[in-house]
């Protein structure tokens, strides 16, 4: 004998937005949905009853998460973090000796390419070099490390010392930029002596 009354639990879609999905490992959109325990009668929903709590259902795969999987940061904006943080440090080490060969420039262009960030151009390197405020260097550096992982912000500084390098002479003022970065990213003091270490002033 078939019940018509009983207790069913549903979701109802409460926001929506793009997230990275953990099944399929790229941005996706989102719904944002509201767990509920429902009174069912003759299999339609009639009494509301105790919340059950939010989840996570992507759009894409169907699969549910909890709902602190929207607090980590997309493909997107990781992306986005690191071509600031890149096009910052790289401004600042350009101009530390206040010329530019066309050298440091190809390096710069490799450095992003490297990175993926191949669709930045000689024009937006020019664009940087002649307008970028990078005063707040330190803050684009914390704000991309908090989103990469420890080889990543390695990653970071040893292509701040391979441009530091590229006009033939890695001065104090770049060592202390380029530790700078690796501070502000939340690198260990003893890894970036380490890294810097490996580096010869004058070079």
């Keep these: 004998?078939?019940?018509?009354?009983g207790r069913r639990t549903r979701g109802a879609q409460v926001g929506d937005g793009t997230f990275t999905c953990p099944e399929e490992g790229g941005d996706r959109p989102y719904r944002l949905m509201l767990a509920r325990r429902w009174f069912y009668v003759a299999f339609v929903p009639v009494v509301p009853m105790d919340v059950l709590?939010?989840?996570v259902e992507c759009a894409s795969c169907g699969e549910p998460f909890e709902r602190s999987v929207l607090d980590l940061p997309t493909t997107t904006e990781q992306r986005d973090a690191l071509r600031t943080v890149l096009r910052h440090a790289m401004v600042a080490i350009i101009r530390a000796d206040e010329r530019v060969t066309n050298h440091e420039r190809h390096v710069a262009l490799?450095?992003?390419?490297n990175f993926g960030l191949d669709d930045y151009a000689l024009i937006d390197l020019e664009r940087d070099l002649a307008a970028l405020e990078v005063?707040?260097?330190d803050g684009k550096a914390a704000m991309a490390g908090s989103m990469l992982t420890a080889t990543g912000q390695e990653r970071v500084v040893r292509a701040?010392?391979?441009l530091a390098a590229a006009d033939g002479a890695v001065s104090q003022v770049d060592l202390d930029l380029i530790a700078?970065?690796?501070r502000s990213m939340g690198m260990l003091p003893a890894r970036i002596k380490a890294m810097l270490d490996e580096v010869e002033p004058g070079y």
């Design 1 to 5: 004998m078939l019940n018509f009354w």
């Design 53 to 55: 709590g939010e989840y």
């Design 110 to 113: 490799d450095i992003m390419a």
């Design 135 to 137: 005063e707040d260097l």
């Design 160 to 162: 701040c010392i391979q």
């Design 180 to 182: 700078t970065v690796g």
